[in-house]
């Protein structure tokens, strides 16, 4: 029956906390279960006979209690005008010192037999007589606040008032002793055992409470950063890393996720290159070039503002392979590539757009300044050898065909067959060289 009701416990959808707090309450039955039968049965009839003493030295002693309480109040006003400046702090302690006074005049010594409780209300007067002047003495400051000296003397102020009222409890003390030595000897004594047995059952059980659910806290912080972590990782924010604030099986689970995620943010940002960009060179491959072109146009539409494209072709590109070899004719493709980022605008963007053909967006530039960046590409690379591990460094040329949004397209495709076709021109006119699309006199602008 036990394996099954195990079992079937196990069986429901009860979660971590409501586990926590399941197992904490059926621990702590038995001493609530105590505690209540202590206070309710047993701690009564302890307490029941000595209701009658205790209302003898509670009317005796009750202008020593109030005097404790005046003093107590007295120290209010000091401690406040500490904070907020106040200068009808001053007022208001005049007023508790004048009570205070009055109790302590309440309080006479010679309402006492025993000389010990004489002297012990004479001490606690002394005692407040010195902690007044140094009150009245701090309330007169007319900047207290942040004044060492002036924290000094408030902290003996509060040290007099407070052996004052100690002095005084041990007046009451005496006097309740003195009512029946022997009957309030074993009745103290009794009180002070349950007590001292409550009081010892209270702290256990608050320190069961908080280790309980300090320790619990422990543990559902982790795992609840764990599964927080885990959900935001399966939404998509690879990024999101979990703190590490425990050195345990949770600690080593936390680190084990983040390194994980770092795992996947990198293999996902690989993955992003590998399908943005081309292997060999580097350059944005030809899907994406579509895609800057396109948002680019997008852009520009919106701002009203140019934008020209750069096709680039490497002319005699199969001479170059059947020469020197297609590793020689990656080598150049390889450092034409590289020379053209050098040469290009942070916003530029330069692509692979199949076999030797470069295409070179050139956001915010109209015809004149495309025209000047490809003839200083054309310059650059005619002036640049490229190393093709042969006995001489290899030397190429390259023909390039400029369209302009939208002095001569008005969309992706339509400025892509412009710029081809000034490419071609390039090319039927002798080769390494820069040619603008020129539409015939009649022809309006390319459209989609």
């Known amino acids: 029956m036990k394996v099954i009701a195990m079992a079937r416990f196990h069986s429901l959808q009860i979660s971590l906390r409501t586990r926590f707090t399941l197992g904490l309450g059926v621990v702590l039955l038995p001493f609530l279960l105590a505690a209540g039968m202590g206070l309710f049965y047993l701690l009564p009839q302890l307490v029941d006979p000595l209701e009658d003493i205790v209302r003898e030295v509670t009317d005796e002693m009750e202008p020593v209690v109030h005097l404790q309480v005046d003093l107590l109040a007295a120290t209010t006003p000091v401690d406040d005008y500490h904070i907020n400046s106040d200068s009808d702090e001053l007022k208001l302690f005049i007023q508790l010192s004048h009570q205070v006074d009055l109790a302590f005049k309440e309080a006479a010594p010679e309402r006492f037999t025993l000389a010990r409780e004489r002297e012990l209300i004479v001490s606690a007067r002394n005692q407040w007589q010195e902690a007044r002047q140094i009150g009245e ?90 599964r927080q972590g885990a959900g935001r990782l399966a939404a998509g924010e690879l990024s ?34 590998l399908a943005i960009r081309d292997g060999l060179t580097g350059l944005y491959n030809h899907h994406t070039f579509y895609v800057l072109l396109a948002d680019e146009l997008a852009r520009v539409q919106r701002f009203e503002r140019p934008v020209s494209l750069l096709l680039l072709d490497i002319d005699h590109f199969k001479r170059v392979n059947d020469t020197h070899g297609h590793q020689a004719g990656d080598a150049v493709l390889r450092g034409l590539s590289e020379l053209l980022n050098h040469q290009v605008r942070t916003i530029d963007r330069v692509c692979r757009y199949g076999g030797e053909e470069i295409a070179i967006i050139l956001p915010e530039t109209g015809l004149e300044g495309a025209a000047h960046v490809a003839e200083r590409m054309r310059a650059g690379v005619e002036a640049q050898p490229f190393d093709v591990n042969d006995d001489a460094p290899l030397r190429i040329t390259v023909s390039i065909g400029i369209a302009s949004f939208p002095a001569h397209a008005d969309g992706v495709e339509a400025l892509v067959a412009a710029a081809d076709a000034a490419l071609y021109a390039s090319k039927r006119n002798g080769r390494n060289r820069v040619s603008r699309y020129e539409p015939a006199p009649d022809q309006p602008v390319a459209r989609e």
Do not use: C
Not at 163 to 182: F, G, K, M, R, Y
Not at 241 to 266: C, P
């Open 137 to 226: 003495a701090l309330l007169r400051l007319r900047h207290p606040i942040g004044d060492p000296q002036a924290a000094r003397e408030k902290k003996r102020f509060n040290t007099l008032v407070d052996l004052s009222v100690d002095l005084l409890e041990q007046a009451h003390d005496i006097s309740h002793s003195t009512i029946d030595a022997d009957h309030a000897k074993s009745h103290i004594t009794r009180t002070r055992s349950i007590w001292v047995t409550f009081g010892a059952f209270t702290a256990a059980l608050i320190i069961s409470l908080f280790v309980s659910a300090a320790l619990a806290r422990s543990v559902l912080s982790g795992v609840d950063a764990l």
């Open 240 to 273: 999101h890393r979990v703190a590490v604030t425990h050195r345990d099986e949770l600690g080593e689970l936390a680190t084990a996720f983040n390194a994980m995620a770092k795992k996947l943010e990198e293999n996902q940002k690989a993955l992003y290159e």
